[in-house]
């Protein structure tokens, strides 16, 4: 079974950074794409960041010169570096990945942002 695990989230500051980890493990062949989500209380699920196996990244506006996303594909582990955070940062942010064309989520990791 392939499973996918965040960790890193946390309560910051405005202002201050947090670095979120997702870690794939089970029976894998190959990772693709691996992109973060968020969801906040009321809104809906969006994407905040995507990195192709190549290395190619995109990012959301709301987020972008700020955030940074990457991968260590022997570890197949997936990163997300967030500086500058915001009050409207604030969710439950999910790692998400496609292996053998089925899709795949983590359970989320809560992050906190004080103005």
């Known amino acids: 079974q392939v499973q996918l695990v965040e960790s890193g989230g946390g309560v910051v500051q405005a202002g201050g950074s947090l670095r979120l980890s997702c870690g794939v493990s089970?029976?894998?062949?190959?990772?693709?794409?691996m992109e973060w989500y968020r969801q906040a209380p009321g809104k809906q699920r969006e994407l905040v960041a995507l990195?192709?196996?190549?290395?190619?990244?995109n990012y959301a506006d709301s987020v972008k010169g700020r955030f940074t996303i990457s991968r260590d594909n022997a570890k197949n582990t997936v990163y997300l570096q967030m500086n500058s955070l915001k009050p409207e940062d604030a969710a439950v942010y999910y790692c998400?990945?496609?292996?053998?064309?089925?899709?795949?989520w983590g359970k989320g990791t809560q992050v906190t942002v004080s103005s």
């Open positions: 998400k990945t496609v292996i053998r064309g089925y899709a795949y």
């Open positions: 089970g029976s894998i062949f190959s990772v693709g794409a």
């Open positions: 990195i192709l196996s190549g290395g190619s990244t």
